[in-house]
């Protein structure tokens, strides 16, 4: 039992419940100690039965799961995976809470995603969350406050695009990247590991606080100065020429690391039709996805950057991409906007 990740699942529905224990008691190295139908419950469980992980619905009654996540984050500090509807409302509760401090977002079973996949992502996010560092309470709230916009000079090549990908730990590392970027820069696509409708809540939310403009992308859209695409949930993105600049293709396919969107899909897709226009940049995460890809770019004559172990919440995507030596430079997360722009600005 010691070596076992301790979960508990709290939500207001019973049938949740009990078929988030069942199935994660399949997976080895997992167990379910508790379940809990609202905060006020869960509280005296995470007290007396000490919890590794929690799965955390957000709309529930008594307590609303973002008023236990302020709470929790600032007196109990725990890695919390938010499990919630694809309501609109759901999605943009679930972008809230990853400010605060939850580490992953997923959608409940439902048409789009049955209970077979639900159960394999959730043990997989429950592995990822484990091994993550949790940030002190107050800090992503301080960092937002501290960001300067990056001054770049007019690029006379319109065809630099900048390729972001990002797992466990992603969200509020990518907002840290775009938040920096100045309305003139480069085309951004970027593949964030999260599913359907929470993609367009983030979408939403960045563009809020960004210079450029940012957007779920769609089938076609163009890559252009200025604007970030984020592929959308659910589906593969792909860059694709066109003319003389680019666009992206939105797409099923299989799953890729157990993943749609995948990295590997999107940066593979930008070493064969950007080659050394790009600069690719791989950011936290369990697992591999975007190792080989992130090689593919570099080979292709790509600048590539990592994130380094100290700013990452999940040390695993970057990890693997130096193991096969597919980084030229490792950067903190405070420090890969600006570098990434450098070379944009030696143009």
């Given amino acids: 039992?010691?070596?076992?990740?301790?979960?508990?699942?709290?939500?207001?529905?019973?049938?949740?419940?009990?078929?988030?224990?069942?199935?994660?008691?399949?997976?080895?190295?997992?167990?379910?100690?508790?379940?809990?139908?609202?905060?006020?419950?869960?509280?005296?469980?995470i007290v007396r039965l000490k919890p590794d992980v929690i799965t955390l619905d957000i709309e529930m009654p008594r307590m609303d799961g973002i008023t236990f996540l302020k709470k929790l984050m600032k007196y109990y500090p725990l890695p919390v995976i938010i499990v919630s509807s694809l309501s609109t409302k759901g999605s943009r509760l679930a972008m809230e809470a990853l400010a605060i401090g939850a580490l992953?977002?997923?959608?409940?079973?439902?048409?789009?995603?049955?209970?077979?996949?639900?159960?394999v992502q959730l043990a997989e996010k429950i592995r990822a969350v484990h091994a993550a560092k949790l940030p002190r309470y107050g800090q992503r709230q301080n960092s937002t406050n501290q960001t300067k916009i990056i001054s770049m000079a007019p690029s006379k090549n319109v065809n630099r695009i900048i390729a972001i990908g990002a797992s466990t730990g992603g969200a509020e590392a990518i907002k840290n990247i775009l938040t920096q970027m100045p309305e003139n820069?480069?085309?951004?696509?970027v593949v964030q590991h999260m599913p359907a409708q929470f993609t367009t809540s983030f979408a939403g939310r960045l563009n809020e606080?960004?210079?450029?403009?940012?957007?779920?992308?769609e089938n076609g859209d163009p890559v252009t100065s200025g604007n970030v695409l984020i592929a959308p949930g659910n589906f593969h993105m792909l860059l694709k020429r066109r003319g003389p600049g680019y666009c992206v293709v939105v797409k099923t396919g299989p799953?890729?690391?157990?993943q749609r969107p995948a990295v590997d899909i999107l940066f593979r897709s930008v070493a064969r039709h950007a080659g050394a226009n790009a600069v690719g940049i791989i950011l936290t995460g369990m697992g591999?996805?975007?190792?080989?890809?992130l090689l593919e770019m570099k080979k292709a004559g790509a600048v590539t950057i990592a994130q380094d172990e100290k700013s990452s919440v999940v040390y695993g995507m970057p990890k693997e991409a130096r193991l096969i030596g597919a980084v030229d430079y490792v950067e903190s997360i405070h420090s890969i906007a600006g570098k990434a722009c450098s070379f944009f600005n030696e143009l």
């Fill in 1 to 45: 039992m010691s070596n076992e990740i301790k979960v508990l699942v709290v939500d207001d529905s019973a049938v949740v419940r009990k078929v988030f224990k069942e199935q994660l008691s399949r997976h080895k190295g997992i167990t379910v100690i508790g379940t809990a139908p609202d905060p006020y419950i869960a509280r005296e469980k």
């Fill in 209 to 217: 606080l960004c210079q450029m403009r940012v957007k779920e992308a």
């Fill in 288 to 293: 591999k996805d975007g190792a080989e890809g």
């Fill in 104 to 119: 992953e977002v997923m959608a409940k079973p439902n048409d789009a995603y049955s209970v077979g996949d639900v159960n």
């Fill in 185 to 189: 820069a480069p085309g951004i696509v």
């Fill in 255 to 258: 799953l890729v690391h157990f």
